[in-house]
C-alpha cells in the first residue's frame, strides 16, 4: 500500500523491549514510537522494492534524504503541500549511521522475491448464470468512468466521468441523459427521494479543498449540500444525532491530510471524527445494540485497520480499534454484512493497492472475510488471495439465500493462469465458493462496481466501470471499452 515510509516513520518512534537476538538494525526501527502501527516485517516486500521503492522515500521524510533529488519525482503541488504539513524536514531526524543499519536489516531480511500465493481455488471461465455486454464509446478511447451505480428507484444506471460527465442511463443502458459538472463524480446515493452527488475535486494526490457534496433535483439543478472537502471519496446519510434530519458521514480521503468528518443536515456544521488520510469507506450500522447509528469506518495509506465509532448520543462518539492491518496491506474497500446469517454484521476487507512506493506482487493481497463474535470482535475465517483486488461486494446473486460474491481487481495481473480482473465468488456453504471470472477477457481496468435490479427482473445484474491511466496499452485493453454489464439471468 502507498505510503508504507510514514508506517517506518512511526516505527522509528516506537518503545520495545529490544531482545537479546536483534540486530542494531531492527532495534533501531523498534525505538521510541507510540503509534499502534504493525511493524513490518521485511518479508512484506522483496530487496528491490525496499531498496528501490520504500527505503529511498523513508529517507526523504527523516531528512536524510536529498531534497533536490525529491523535488524531481514529485510535483510540486505535494511537495508544498507534504513541506508545509512538516512531512519532509529540513534537518535529519536520524545519524546517517543509524539510518544506514535500519536500511541493512530490511535489506538483508527481505526475500529475493515476493513470496508466493498460498493455495486457492482455481478460476473457471464458466459463465454461470451470468450474460456479459461491453459498452464502447468509441468517442473516449481511453476508460475515464469513475462511477456506477444502480438508481434503486428507477430503471437507471448513473455513470460518473472524469471528464466532467453525470450520464444516466436507462434499462437497455442507453444515455438517457447527460449532466455536466465541474469536477469528477465519485459516488452517488439516493436517499429519502433525493439524489446526492459526491465530487472528488482532482483525481490526482492533494489534499485541496476541491470536493464537494451535491444535490441533483428534477429540473437537473445542482444544489450545495458540503463545500470545501478534501479528495472525497465515500458518502452515506444517516440521523446521526437523532434530531430528526439527516446527516452526511464523509471519508476525505485526501493525500498527506485527510479526515472522516459528519455534516450536520440542519446546521451544516463540520464535525471531525477522525484526522488522517486515507478514510476509504464508511457503513453506517447499530453494532452496539442500543437504537443508536454507530460507525465503522475503513482506513488506507499507512496506518491501515478499521475502527468502530461509537454513538454515544448528542452527536458525540467513541472510537475503538477492531482491526489492525500491515502497512502495505493496501486496503481498498470494506463491505459490513451479516454474511454467516448469526444476527451480527461481519467485515469483508478487500486489499490489493498496488501504487506508488511498493510495487510488485504481494500475496496477502485479496479478499478476506472477517467474522463477529457477537460482541464487536473480528477474527478472519477466509481469504482468496488475487493480486491488486480493488472491491468486493456481498449480494445473493443466486437467490438461494445466502451471500455470494463479486470482486474486481483494478491492479490485477496479466501472469496469472486466467484473468481475475473480475471474480464471481458462487457460494457453497461453510465458506466455500465456486470462483468464475464469467469468462470476462482482460480488457478493461475495473476501477468501480456496483449491484442492482434495472430491469427490475428480481435478480441483481453488476456493471464495472473502466478507468485507466495514460492511453491504453496495444493488445491489453479495448479502445472505448467503458462498461461490461454483467446481467443476470437467474430469472
Given at each position: ?40 516485517d521485511?518479508?512484506?516486500l ?20 536529498n ?25 535529519p531526524?536520524i ?23 498460498a493455495?486457492k481455488?482455481?478460476?473457471?471461465n ?37 471528464n ?20 469528477p463524480?465519485?459516488?452517488a ?5 433525493k ?49 430528526g ?23 451544516k ?86 501504487a ?15 467474522i ?61 465458493f ?18 442492482g ?38 430469472r
Amino acid at each position: 500500500m502507498r505510503y508504507l515510509y510514514l508506517s517506518l516513520i512511526f516505527i522509528l518512534l516506537f518503545s520495545s523491549c529490544q531482545s537479546g537476538s536483534e540486530s542494531e538494525g531492527e532495534a533501531l526501527a523498534k525505538k521510541n514510537c507510540a503509534s499502534c502501527h504493525k511493524f513490518p516485517d521485511p518479508s512484506l516486500l522483496d530487496k528491490k522494492t525496499w531498496k528501490e521503492g520504500v527505503l529511498p522515500e523513508m529517507a526523504y521524510r527523516l531528512g536524510v534524504g536529498n531534497r533536490f533529488e525529491l523535488l524531481t519525482k514529485i510535483p510540486e503541488e505535494q511537495y508544498e503541500s507534504a513541506t508545509n504539513l512538516g512531512i519532509y524536514p529540513e534537518t535529519p531526524e536520524i545519524s546517517q549511521k543509524d539510518w544506514e543499519a535500519i536500511v541493512a536489516y530490511y535489506i538483508e531480511n527481505a526475500p529475493e522475491k515476493p513470496l508466493p500465493q498460498a493455495k486457492k481455488v482455481n478460476v473457471s471461465n464458466e459463465t454461470m448464470h451470468f450474460s456479459t455486454r461491453e459498452i464502447i464509446y468509441p468517442e473516449e478511447p481511453t476508460g475515464v468512468v469513475t462511477s456506477v451505480t444502480f438508481n434503486p428507484k428507477q430503471k437507471e444506471i448513473w455513470i460518473g466521468k472524469r471528464n466532467q460527465k453525470l450520464e444516466i442511463l436507462d434499462a437497455q443502458l442507453q444515455i438517457k441523459k447527460t449532466i455536466r459538472t465541474e469536477r469528477p463524480v465519485v459516488y452517488a446515493n439516493f436517499h429519502a427521494n433525493k439524489s446526492y452527488i459526491l465530487s472528488i475535486g482532482k483525481m490526482s494526490p492533494n489534499d485541496q479543498k476541491l470536493g464537494s457534496l451535491l444535490i441533483l433535483n428534477q429540473k437537473n439543478a445542482l444544489s450545495l449540500a458540503a463545500d470545501s472537502l478534501k479528495r472525497p471519496v465515500d458518502l452515506q446519510i444517516s440521523d446521526i444525532d437523532q434530531d430528526g434530519i439527516d446527516d452526511f458521514v464523509i471519508c476525505e480521503y485526501g493525500f498527506e491530510a485527510g479526515e472522516l468528518i459528519w455534516v450536520n443536515g440542519k446546521t451544516k456544521q463540520k464535525n471531525i471524527l477522525k484526522i488522517q488520510a486515507g478514510t476509504r469507506n464508511v457503513s453506517i450500522k447499530d453494532m452496539t445494540g442500543d437504537g443508536l447509528p454507530d460507525i465503522l469506518v475503513l482506513t488506507a495509506q499507512s496506518r491501515e485497520g478499521v475502527s468502530l465509532f461509537i454513538n454515544k448520543g448528542e452527536g458525540k462518539f467513541m472510537e475503538k480499534p477492531i482491526l489492525l492491518f500491515d502497512s502495505v496491506y493496501g486496503c481498498s474497500f470494506m463491505e459490513v454484512v451479516d454474511f454467516n446469517q448469526d444476527g451480527k454484521d461481519d467485515i469483508i476487507i478487500t486489499n490489493g493497492d498496488n501504487a506508488d512506493y511498493s510495487k510488485t506482487l504481494k500475496n496477502y493481497h485479496g479478499v478476506h472475510i472477517f467474522i463477529n463474535d457477537g460482541r464487536n470482535n473480528f477474527k478472519e475465517k477466509y481469504f482468496y488471495p488475487v493480486y491488486g483486488a480493488t472491491k468486493t461486494i456481498a449480494r445473493d446473486f443466486d437467490l438461494d439465500g445466502d451471500l455470494d460474491l463479486a470482486m474486481i481487481a483494478f491492479y490485477a495481473e496479466p501472469i496469472m493462469p486466467k484473468n481475475e480482473s473480475f471474480l464471481y465468488f458462487q457460494n457453497q456453504g461453510n465458506l466455500n465458493f465456486k470462483v468464475s471470472n464469467l469468462n470476462i477477457p482482460f480488457g478493461g481496468r475495473w476501477m468501480v462496481m456496483d449491484a442492482g435490479d434495472a430491469d427490475q427482473d428480481g435478480d441483481l445484474d453488476i456493471i464495472l466501470g473502466n478507468f485507466q491511466f495514460g492511453a491504453p496499452k496495444k493488445g491489453k485493453v479495448k479502445p472505448g471499452l467503458q462498461l461490461n454489464y454483467i446481467e443476470n439471468k437467474i430469472r
